[in-house]
C-alpha cells in the first residue's frame, strides 16, 4: 500500500516519459519504503546464515536449519509441497465462502428483524472467536468424521462470528442525522439497508474479509495437525516429529506465501469495490 | 407475541431463553439417543451429565483452566506493553516505520499456529511456548493498532499543538494518545480471545496440561464418561473467552465513554 503510495507520488507534469519514469525511480530508491524492509530482511537473513542466533540463543541446526539448506529443500520437494497446497487451499476456500455469506446473512436477519438483540448477540459472537476450535475438531469428527468436510466445518464456525459482528457493526454504523433523513423521506426499511446501510457497512465487511484469510487457513491447518493425515499442515507436524525440520520450514514458508497471496487478493478487490475508502487510508 | 415478550421484564426474558435453550437441547440428546446412535452420549451428552463431570472433574479442570489462562494473560500483557512500546517507537521516524511494517502486517496474514510444532522443537516446554505464542499474536495485533491510532490524528488538532508550542511528548501525551484509544481498544478486543486461543492451541498441540490437553485426553481415551470432560473443558473455555472480552469492553467503556459508538443508540 505504502509503497504504491511512494511509486505515485507527485510526479513532474513536465519533461519526458522516460525521464519522470527515472526520477520516480530515483525516488522509490532513495525512500525508506523500499530500503528499509530489504534491509531488515537481508540483515536478519546474513545473521540467521552466519549463525549469530544459533550461538546466542542456542537453537540446533536439526529444529532451526540454515536458510540454504531450507531452501535447497523447498526446490527438492516442490511437488510434495504442491499436493499438500492442493489438499488444504480447496477446503480453506470453500469453508471461507460459505463462512462469509452465511455470516453477512445472520447479520442482515439481526439487522432488519431483531436490532434491539444485535448488541447482546455481536457481544455473544465475540466472544465466540474464543472457542478453542481444537475442541471442535474432535467433536465435529464424531459427527461428520476426517476430511475435506471437517475441514470446511471448522472454517465455517470459525469465520461466520467474525463475519456476522462486522457486518452488524458496519450495518449500524449510520449517522442518526442521515437515518432520520431517510425517515424524512419515508423510506422503507429494505431502502435504507439497500442505499444507506451496506455502502456504510462495505467497509466493514472487506475487514472481516481480510481478517477471515487467516482463520481460514488456521482452521484447515489446525483440522490437519490434529486429525488429518494430508494437507500442509500436516507436512509440518510429521516432518518436525521425523526429524526432518527443513521440510516443516519449507512447508511453513509455502503457507506464509499462501495466506499473504490470498490477503492481498482480497485487498485488491476492497480497493476496486470500496475506492473511496481506499482513497482515505492512502492520505492516512 | 412478540409485543408480550418485550413487556417482559429483562431478568425473566433471560430465564426464559435459558430454559428454552436446555429445553431443546434435552430433546436434541433424547432423540438422538433413541435413534440408536451408539455415538449418542458423545455426541450430544445430557446438560446434567455435564454439570455433573464439572463437579466430579473439578480438581482437574480448575488446573488445567490455571495452567492455560495464567500463560494467556500474561502473554496478553507482555504483548500488549511491547506492542505499545514498539508501536509508539515506530511513528517517531519514517525510517522505522517503513522498515518493520510490511513484516508486522505479513505476520497477521499468515497463520501462526503453523509455527506451534517448530516453536516446540526449538524450545522444548509447553509453558514457554504458550507464553511465546500468546504474547506474540497480541505484539502484532497491538503494534498495528497502536501505529494506525497514533498516526490518524486531526490535522487541526496537530496544527494547534504546534501553535501552541508544544513538543513531541507533550503532543504524544494529550494529543495523539486520547485520539488513538478506540484503536488501541479494538486491537485489545481482538488480541484478547486470540490470546487464549493460541494458548489452548498450544495446549492441543503436545503440552502434558492445560484444558486443549484435556479435551485431547478425553478423546483419545474415548467413551461417552471422558467426552462429557471434552465438553466441560470446551464450556469452559467459552467462558473464559467471553470473560477475556468482557473484561477489555468494560475498561473501553470507562476510558473510551466520549467514543461515538456509546454515545447513539445502537439502531
Redesign the interface.
Given at each position: 500500500m505504502?509503497a504504491l503510495a511512494a511509486g505515485s507520488a507527485p510526479r513532474d507534469a513536465s519533461g519526458t516519459l522516460p525521464a519522470r519514469a527515472l526520477t520516480a525511480a530515483a525516488r522509490l530508491l532513495r525512500?525508506?519504503?523500499l530500503w528499509?524492509?530489504v534491509?531488515?530482511s537481508v540483515i536478519t537473513l546474513a545473521l540467521w546464515q552466519g549463525g549469530a542466533f544459533h550461538a546466542l540463543f542456542g537453537?540446533?541446526v536439526f529444529?532451526?536449519p540454515y536458510p540454504d539448506r531450507i531452501l535447497a529443500d523447498l526446490q527438492d520437494n516442490v511437488d510434495v509441497l504442491a499436493r499438500g497446497v492442493a489438499i488444504t487451499v480447496p477446503a480453506a476456500i470453500t469453508g471461507y465462502a460459505i463462512g462469509m455469506v452465511l455470516g453477512f446473512a445472520v447479520a442482515t436477519a439481526l439487522v432488519l428483524f431483531a436490532?434491539?438483540a444485535?448488541?447482546r448477540v455481536v457481544?455473544?459472537l465475540?466472544?465466540?472467536?474464543?472457542?478453542?476450535?481444537?475442541?471442535?475438531a474432535?467433536?465435529g469428527a464424531?459427527?461428520i468424521g476426517t476430511g475435506f468436510w471437517l475441514k470446511v466445518l471448522i472454517v465455517v464456525i470459525m469465520t461466520t462470528p467474525s463475519m456476522t459482528v462486522y457486518g452488524v457493526r458496519g450495518l449500524?454504523n449510520?449517522d442518526?442525522v442521515a437515518?432520520e433523513l431517510m425517515a424524512s423521506y419515508e423510506a422503507r426499511e429494505n431502502q435504507v439497508y439497500r442505499m444507506l446501510r451496506v455502502p456504510r457497512a462495505l467497509p466493514f465487511l472487506f475487514t472481516a474479509l481480510k481478517?477471515c484469510?487467516?482463520l481460514a487457513?488456521?482452521g484447515t491447518?489446525?483440522s490437519e495437525?490434529?486429525g488429518g493425515f494430508e494437507g500442509?499442515?500436516f507436512i509440518?507436524?510429521d516432518s518436525?516429529g521425523a526429524f526432518q525440520?527443513a521440510r516443516?520450514?519449507s512447508?511453513?514458508l509455502t503457507?506464509?506465501a499462501l495466506?499473504?497471496g490470498?490477503?492481498v487478493a482480497i485487498e485488491a478487490l476492497d480497493r476496486v469495490v470500496v475506492p473511496w475508502e481506499s482513497a482515505a487510508r492512502q492520505r492516512? | 407475541m412478540s409485543a408480550a415478550w418485550?413487556r417482559l421484564p429483562p431478568a425473566v426474558r433471560t430465564a426464559l431463553t435459558v430454559v428454552a435453550v436446555f429445553a431443546v437441547w434435552y430433546v436434541l440428546s433424547f432423540l438422538l439417543r433413541a435413534s440408536g446412535d451408539p455415538?449418542a452420549a458423545?455426541?450430544l451428552p445430557f446438560p446434567h451429565e455435564i454439570a455433573e463431570r464439572f463437579v466430579v472433574s473439578a480438581g482437574s479442570l480448575s488446573d488445567a483452566a490455571w495452567s492455560t489462562a495464567a500463560r494467556a494473560v500474561l502473554g496478553f500483557a507482555i504483548g500488549a506493553v511491547v506492542g505499545l512500546v514498539f508501536g509508539t517507537v515506530m511513528v517517531q521516524a519514517?525510517?522505522?516505520e517503513?522498515?518493520?511494517?510490511?513484516?508486522l502486517l505479513?505476520a497477521?496474514?499468515?497463520?501462526l499456529?503453523?509455527?506451534v510444532?517448530?516453536l516446540?522443537?526449538?524450545l522444548r516446554d509447553g509453558d514457554l511456548v504458550r507464553l511465546y505464542v500468546a504474547s506474540f499474536v497480541t505484539f502484532v495485533v497491538i503494534t498495528v493498532a497502536v501505529l494506525?491510532g497514533l498516526?490518524?490524528v486531526e490535522r487541526n488538532a496537530v496544527e494547534l499543538m504546534d501553535s501552541l508550542n508544544a513538543g513531541r511528548l507533550t503532543t504524544l501525551r494529550y494529543l495523539r494518545f486520547p485520539s488513538a484509544l478506540p484503536y488501541i481498544f479494538a486491537g485489545l478486543?481482538?488480541a484478547?480471545?486470540?490470546s487464549?486461543?493460541g494458548s489452548?492451541?498450544v495446549d492441543?498441540?503436545g503440552a502434558r496440561n492445560g484444558?486443549?490437553f484435556l479435551?485431547?485426553a478425553a478423546?483419545s481415551i474415548g467413551g461417552p464418561r471422558q467426552a462429557t470432560l471434552?465438553w466441560a473443558?470446551?464450556l469452559i473455555?467459552?467462558a473464559?473467552?467471553?470473560l477475556?472480552?468482557?473484561v477489555v469492553?468494560v475498561a473501553e467503556r470507562r476510558m473510551g465513554f466520549w467514543q461515538p459508538a456509546y454515545r447513539?443508540a445502537?439502531?
Open positions: 505504502s525512500s525508506p519504503v528499509g524492509p534491509a531488515v537453537f540446533k529444529t532451526v436490532p434491539g444485535a448488541a457481544a455473544i465475540s466472544s465466540a472467536n474464543a472457542l478453542p476450535i481444537v475442541a471442535l474432535p467433536l464424531l459427527w449500524t449510520v442518526p437515518l481478517a484469510v487467516v487457513l488456521i491447518i489446525v495437525v490434529v500442509l499442515g509440518i507436524q518436525l525440520a516443516g520450514w512447508a511453513l503457507i506464509a495466506g499473504i490470498w490477503y492516512e | 418485550r455415538l458423545s455426541k519514517r525510517w522505522i517503513a522498515s518493520f511494517l510490511p513484516y505479513a497477521q496474514m499468515i497463520p499456529i503453523a509455527l510444532p517448530i516446540r522443537a526449538v494506525r498516526k490518524n478486543r481482538i484478547a480471545p486470540l487464549l486461543v489452548i492451541l492441543f498441540l484444558l486443549g479435551m485431547v478423546v471434552l473443558a470446551m473455555s467459552l473464559l473467552g467471553y477475556f472480552t468482557r469492553a447513539v445502537m439502531q
